[in-house]
């Protein structure tokens, strides 16, 4: 599958602990420690809880004892990112020393209120003036980073910016986009890190090569490799692997009512009755 050999093929499943995993997770496991197998890498499995209001321990317990019955290993110590908050904070501060982030004074409905449907935030950063009084008044604030200005200090670099995409069809170099993704938030109040930075922080720490993940994240490259040209950090190969469909033609998660590996086990099903399941030996 992968066209290029590397030695030291490495990818990572990053689950985070938002509620038991299910079978479209087994899936996805399937297909990340695969590719490693087929190239003779590894796989580190990585635990995605910065969202400390919907995280919870159980869950990240629920995950080692999930993937240990389905068969999978990995090296240890896991990384636990809500142990890292302060990695996460010192690119954002990194970012921000760069005038690349600015503080957004925005409530989510009041964006959600001034985008119309289907289109991305982009805001303007208030001026200093502004800022001090509203600083001074107490509001909270995002942090999000200026595309405009990651557009300004990149230049040229900006608009050439790509990445490489495995498909079918081989390797592909495949143009990015971030504007797809607007300003995005890099930190907020009750959540002093977010997915990008957290997620791409930890690829570059951890060496990945290559990142192995469903069509529902297809989107994230272009943002990502924004972070990584600005941070300097390699780019890794991205891979999407197709998502596992219910039976009404949906994609299979909590909302649509699969059942839990856990409470499949429960029931007395093998993991070979999970591979059954989701139509894999
Ligand atoms: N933690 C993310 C999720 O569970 C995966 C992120 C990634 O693979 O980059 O959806």
Redesign the pocket.
């Known amino acids: 599958m992968w066209s290029v050999s590397l030695s030291k093929f490495r990818t990572r499943f ?3 602990p938002t509620g038991l995993l299910h079978l479209g997770h087994a899936a996805s496991a399937r297909a990340v420690w695969e590719a490693a197998a087929r190239a003779g890498g590894e796989v580190l499995l990585r635990i ?1 809880d910065i969202d400390t209001t919907r995280c919870r321990p159980e869950f990240t317990d629920a995950i080692y004892e999930d993937l240990r019955w389905l068969g999978f290993e990995w090296p240890e110590p896991v990384r636990v990112q809500s142990e890292h908050f302060a990695d996460y904070a010192s690119v954002v501060e990194a970012l921000e020393a760069r005038g690349l982030a600015y503080r957004c004074f925005r409530t989510r409905a009041e964006i959600a209120a001034q985008t119309p449907a289907g289109q991305v935030f982009t805001s303007a950063p208030l001026s200093l003036a502004e800022e001090q009084a509203r600083l001074d008044a107490g509001e909270v604030f995002a942090w999000r980073l200026s595309l405009a200005a990651c557009q300004a200090a990149l230049g040229a670099a900006y608009h050439e910016l790509s990445f490489q995409l495995e498909t079918e069809a081989g390797l592909e170099t495949r143009r990015a986009d971030p504007g797809l993704h607007g300003d995005i938030v890099i930190a907020r109040k009750d959540s002093p890190s977010a ?1 990008h930075i957290a ?1 791409t922080h930890d690829d570059a720490l951890q060496g990945m090569t290559h ?1 192995i ?1 469903g069509q529902d ?1 297809a989107d ?1 490259p272009h943002i990502q490799i924004l972070l990584q040209v600005l941070m300097d950090w390699p780019q890794p190969i991205y891979h999407h692997h197709a998502l596992l469909m219910g039976p009404d033609g949906k994609r299979l998660s909590k909302s649509h009512g699969s059942i839990s590996l856990a409470e499949l086990r429960q029931d007395g099903k093998t993991p070979d009755d999970i591979w059954a399941m989701i139509g894999l030996q």
């Open positions: 990053a689950p985070s995605e997915y997620a990142i993940r994240l994230a």
